[in-house]
């Protein structure tokens, strides 16, 4: 109960760790809630671990491998592992894909994963997909839906192919209808914001009256322009409106209850 009030203080839980068995397994999982894998060798390192055990008290898993130079395809086995081993811990609340190629897929993994997606939707309520790439978009909104629990999601810089390179990976998932709270995205511009807004709320088949708040990020990343919509039943004329806004909004300083310059 006492080390329950230190879950903020990193410092001080490694002290207790360090301090007593009985200290270790509860500081531990305060420690290691949030898990970042982001570089190959990471990504090697991290595997066997989490085969064993060793980080069964992850909440939060950021899943990627931003490093240009590497075959991001190749490590795809790896990718599988640590997602299967998650599914069977059931702990993960927030599942972030950064830089994922699920258009790399081989047909031997493809059911494989679909199966693990499956498992792991039945926990995760927070879904971030940043720089992601897909066969097509409706490989990327199947992936989407697999994850009825969710409700927050994040899209920012993804792509898809304009044609399906074959069967697509997460094709037979099931369709769920989505009450997700908070919807953030991301674009270069307008136009393709409000297509984007668009195609998730009907595709993704979104309940848009659960929606309370709606941002997106217009611009690139060094000159963004942040827009807060107020969410009715008509999210994407209020969106479109915003969007068109000379001045926009920047920044979040106000409850989304109603419109925000």
Known sequence: ?????????KATLRA?????????????????RHLRIDAADRLKECTPLITKGAFQHVRSLDLGVNN???????????????LKTFAQYRTLN??????????????????SLRDTIVALGSTVTELGLYGCHFSSYEEMISLIRSFPLCGFLF???????????????????????LSIKDLQLSSSSSN??????????????????SLTSLVC???????????AVAVSDSPMEQCQMACT?????????????????
């Not at 806004?245 to 310059?261: A, R």
């Open 217 to 227: 990020d217009v611009g690139n990343s060094e000159k963004t322009r942040r827009v």
């Open 68 to 82: 240009e130079r590497v075959i991001l395809e190749a490590y795809w086995d790896a990718y599988l592992v640590i």
């Open 192 to 209: 393709g914001l409000l297509i984007d807004v668009s195609n998730l709320i009907e595709d993704a088949a979104l309940d848009v009256k």
């Open 1 to 9: 109960m006492i080390l329950q009030y230190l879950v903020d203080d």
């Open 94 to 111: 927030r599942l972030w894909f950064s830089e994922i190629p699920f258009h790399f897929v081989e047909h031997s993994q493809k059911k």
């Open 16 to 32: 207790c760790s360090q301090t007593a068995h009985d200290f270790r397994h509860v500081s531990l999982s305060f420690l290691g």
């Open 245 to 261: 806004e000379s001045g926009g909004y920047q920044g979040m300083h106000k409850p989304l209850s109603c419109w925000l310059y």
């Open 155 to 177: 899209i920012r810089d993804c792509v898809t192919g304009e044609k399906d390179t074959g069967e697509n990976a997460l094709a037979r998932l099931p369709k769920h209808q």
